[in-house]
């Protein structure tokens, strides 16, 4: 990608983000957060989970 067409995206992307409402960028912004999922997975992948079935399957 040539640095002319990586600025045309970047003003493409920043000015499509500022023509939208504010309250449609607030709640994408929700909807985004809302379905990223938990830190320990995000950061660890399944292993802590696996760890944590396995303590509550001993209880």
Known sequence: MKT??????ITQT????ID???DERKQTKLAKKETKPPFLFRW??????AIM????KTK
């Open 14 to 17: 920043v000015v499509k983000y």
């Open 53 to 56: 079935a396995i303590f509550k």
């Open 4 to 9: 002319n067409d990586y600025v045309k995206y």
């Open 44 to 49: 660890f992948g399944v292993v802590p989970y």
């Open 20 to 22: 939208q409402p504010k």
